[in-house]
Nanobody
Framework: QAQLVASGGGSVQTGGSLRLSCTTSRDISLKYMGWFRQAPEMKREGVAIMEVDSSTTFYEDSVKGRFTLSRDAIRNTLFLQMDSLKPNDTAMYYC??????????????????WGQGTQVTVSS
């Protein structure tokens, strides 16, 4: 059973940057890794997903051009670089992963493993 350990959240002003990290506890062959976020009283939504074998990345429309996913395969770590942050980005961010091919990468129910969540707060 793998565990995901997330870090890197914090508080910034509008226009600022943060980098989130998500490290798997052991070397495990994953098919998809990514980040979801959940603001108070809102549904959890997908933000950025990577198809691990090809390193192909997918982004939710509101973060395209501002967020960048990357992965360090040796360290089993996924990074989310978040630039030009906006107050609407304020949420708890969760990393997620699965070993399996999934039909809908944006459906949080399709992911096996979840990190503990890291808070991102963007003030205006």
């Amino acid at each position: 059973q793998a565990q995901l350990v997330a870090s890197g959240g914090g508080s910034v002003q509008t226009g600022g940057s943060l980098r989130l990290s998500c490290t798997t506890s052991r070397d495990i062959s994953l098919k998809y890794m990514g980040w979801f976020r959940q603001a108070p009283e809102m549904k959890r939504e997908g933000v950025a997903i990577m198809e691990v074998d090809s390193s192909t990345t997918f982004y939710e429309d509101s973060v395209k051009g501002r967020f960048t996913l990357s992965r360090d395969a040796i360290r089993n770590t996924l990074f989310l670089q978040m630039d030009s942050l906006k107050p609407n980005d304020t949420a708890m961010y969760y990393c997620a992963a699965t070993r399996f091919e999934i039909y809908n990468i944006w459906n949080s129910g399709n992911y096996e493993y979840w990190g503990q969540g890291t808070q991102v707060t963007v003030s205006s």
